[in-house]
């Protein structure tokens, strides 16, 4: 499985859940604060390991299961995870259901 690829001057990073590496088989605790929060760890260590910097991020897709419970929450996250006027464009979704009964997913391109 790949986590991102490359194409051009862009590396198009697949969607992260909020699991821990050494236990891909559950989410987190602690509700959407806490998924937000390893999800962003997990897409930070994906571009770690492909020489990618976060702040270069240009476009962002989030999956909520519960937007309208939600969305305020992660919002905050998010925003608090980039250098001030360093946000990335943006699309958030609501979702019927997530693989392991997660409550967030985000996938990335970024440019190198």
Known sequence: MSHAVR???FLFVTGQMPTRPEDATRCVPGGIEAQTRQVIANLQAVLAGCGAAWQRTVMARIYLRDFARDYAAMNAIWEAAFPPGGLPART??????????????V?????L
């Open 107 to 111: 996938d990335l391109v970024v440019a």
């Open 92 to 105: 958030t979704l609501g979702v019927t259901g997530l693989a392991l009964d997660a409550l967030v997913e």
């Open 7 to 9: 194409a051009g001057d």
